[in-house]
């Protein structure tokens, strides 16, 4: 999202503020969402499994989100949050428990 900022925003005249805003509401998102998926749905997974499967997820989901809703910062951050939640119950049911 930080790449296509960097593309689109050359005649933006606050896109470090538009960065920063996003890293909060990401921080957040993820320091909420991240640790309920992980003791809730993930406790018989690697943690290294579930911060890179996770993280990718909501990385892929909020570009395509961004993208695909017409640079709606709003529909990225949804999208993203689901796409980690799809993510996780995925690596949930490909995983045995231990």
Known sequence: MLALLFVLGH??????IAFAAAA???AALGGVVGPLLRWSLLRDVQLQRVIASV???AVLWGV???VG???NPVA???TATMGAVVHAIRLRARTRPV
């Open 24 to 26: 909060g509401v990401g």
């Open 55 to 57: 993280a990718s997820g």
């Open 11 to 16: 005649g933006f005249p606050y896109y470090d």
């Open 69 to 71: 809703a017409g640079f």
């Open 64 to 66: 395509v989100g961004f």
């Open 76 to 78: 990225a951050v949804g």
